[in-house]
């Protein structure tokens, strides 16, 4: 059964430094997500990405955040200067047809030290 | 506001019994989506139902949907140890996002 992939499923890194979160959405899929879960908080969306641009945007998605499809598999998050509240799970998500489930990735636990 | 509230926030049963989650939210839907988590693990998709669904079963998982009190339940029958994991109802409205709920730790003992 086709899946949501993630990688790397853990990445430690230094306060400022940048930090790209990779995602290999289902290949059929149209729609494309980001969100994010703070140890023992509700899971957060960050951005919506549909036809080579954004859709919808939280917040929390500010000017340290972008999104690319670089290619026609990965979907990617950059966060230009990580900051300390900036540890967090990360899930990609994707589906066909927006309204519909969407699914998730394993998601990649990211540590700023 | 928070949107998508679970109740309750921990749940403990025996293996065999039922689990009811309930779910409250504050603004219209397209629809209500369920998902379980385990620990440190991804989302899995359990059962979606829109606004016009009142009732909607898959396997041991039976979910209902009011929209008039902007509530949702999701009952587990006849639990099993593997049904221990974090359980979060989402609301999708006019667009893509989901909202999520602070979500219902389930433990079934053996």
């Known amino acids: 059964e086709p899946e949501v992939t993630q990688t790397p499923s853990h990445q430690v890194t230094q306060m400022g430094q940048e930090v790209i979160l990779r995602c290999v959405p289902i290949?059929?899929?149209?729609?494309f997500y980001w969100y994010r879960q703070i140890l023992g908080q509700k899971v957060e969306f960050l951005v919506s990405?549909?036809?080579?641009?954004?859709?919808?945007k939280s917040e929390i998605f500010d000017d340290q955040f972008s999104v690319e499809r670089p290619d026609g598999s990965n979907f990617t998050l950059k966060i230009r200067s990580t900051k300390l509240e900036d540890s967090a799970m990360y899930f990609c998500?994707?589906?066909?047809?927006?309204?519909?489930?969407?699914?998730f990735g394993p998601g990649t636990r990211l540590t700023v030290l | 506001s928070q949107q998508g509230e679970e109740d309750p926030q921990a749940l403990s049963i025996q293996e065999g019994e039922n689990a009811t989650m309930n779910c409250s939210y504050k603004?219209?839907?397209?629809?209500l989506q369920w998902y379980r988590q385990n620990s440190g693990r991804g989302l899995v998709h359990l059962i979606l139902?829109?606004?016009?669904?009142r009732e909607k079963h898959s396997g041991r998982l039976r979910v209902t949907l009011d929209t008039s009190k902007k509530s949702s339940s999701l009952l587990i029958t006849a639990s099993r140890a593997a049904d221990t994991a974090s359980y979060f109802c989402?609301?999708?409205?006019?667009?893509?996002?989901?909202?999520f709920g602070g979500g219902t730790r389930l433990m079934v003992k053996p």
């Open positions: 139902i829109r606004s016009n669904e």
């Open positions: 989402a609301t999708n409205n006019a667009g893509n996002m989901l909202t």
């Open positions: 603004t219209s839907i397209n629809n």
């Open positions: 998500a994707s589906n066909r047809v927006v309204g519909n489930e969407q699914f």
């Open positions: 290949s059929n899929h149209l729609y």
């Open positions: 990405f549909y036809n080579n641009e954004i859709s919808e």
